[in-house]
């Protein structure tokens, strides 16, 4: 089957615009993460849903930053009067146990390349 | 703190060669260790997956080790490709919410 898919691949947008980037996860995943790499650094995770349950949103940076995930399923991540630190690559992966599983597998989309001029 | 800590930062070989890679880490409680291969545009895909009872995990020409008492693992690419040219994302999983807690990757060159 399809593997987990983000739109858009790539986003130029003005300092100060709002924009959200989507991610289509397995069918069938549970788990859904969305993660920030910046350039030259590690993935920095950003917020995990699991199901039903109430999300974990420890990781995203400001209050600028939100995600939800309608049905279970499909997930946006919205990043609101965004700034030139902001410019980085998001990418979102899935997962059909809970990320404390031992073998729970990720796997991850291509990722949206975000650009704040 | 929980960290994990990438070595080298980057690494030219010419095909054909075999080359290590290392990964320590400080995560308490510990999970398990993935490693990740990240082409260039790419997300990252799972090479291996091992817990704290695994000591070796072989997937083709990568294998990859894990000394749970030293915090120690390494990924070892044999007779390498010119397709082998990525970076090498080393992930714990463990802390108290079982976090998923990644190394900054090793950028591999292979040259022919």
């Known amino acids: 089957g399809a593997g987990v898919s983000q739109s858009p691949s790539n986003k130029v947008t003005e300092k100060g615009k709002d924009v959200e980037l989507r991610c289509d996860p397995i069918?069938?995943?549970?788990?859904l993460y969305w993660y920030r790499q910046s350039l030259g650094q590690g993935l920095e995770f950003l917020i995990y849903f699991q199901g039903n349950s109430a999300p974990d949103k420890s990781g995203l940076p400001s209050d600028r930053f939100s995600a939800e995930r309608t049905g279970g399923s499909v997930s946006t991540l919205t990043i609101q009067r965004t700034q030139q630190e902001d410019s980085a690559v998001y990418l979102c992966a899935s997962s059909y146990l809970p990320r404390d599983s031992s073998y729970n597998e990720q796997f991850f989309g291509p990722g949206t390349r975000l650009t704040v001029l | 703190k929980n960290q994990v800590e990438q070595s080298p930062q980057s690494l030219i070989i010419l095909e054909g060669k075999n080359c290590t890679l290392q990964c320590n880490y400080t995560v308490s409680p510990f999970s398990n260790l993935r490693w990740y291969k990240q082409d260039t545009g790419r997300g990252p895909v799972s090479l291996t997956i091992m817990t704290f009872s695994e000591n070796t995990k072989s997937n083709g020409r990568y294998t990859a080790t894990l000394d749970a008492d030293t915090k120690q693992s390494s990924l070892h690419i044999t007779a390498s490709q010119l397709s082998d040219s990525a970076s090498y994302i080393c992930v714990v999983t463990g802390g108290s919410q079982g976090n998923l807690i990644f190394g900054k990757g090793t950028k591999l060159s292979v040259k022919p």
């Open positions: 069918s069938g995943h549970t788990a």
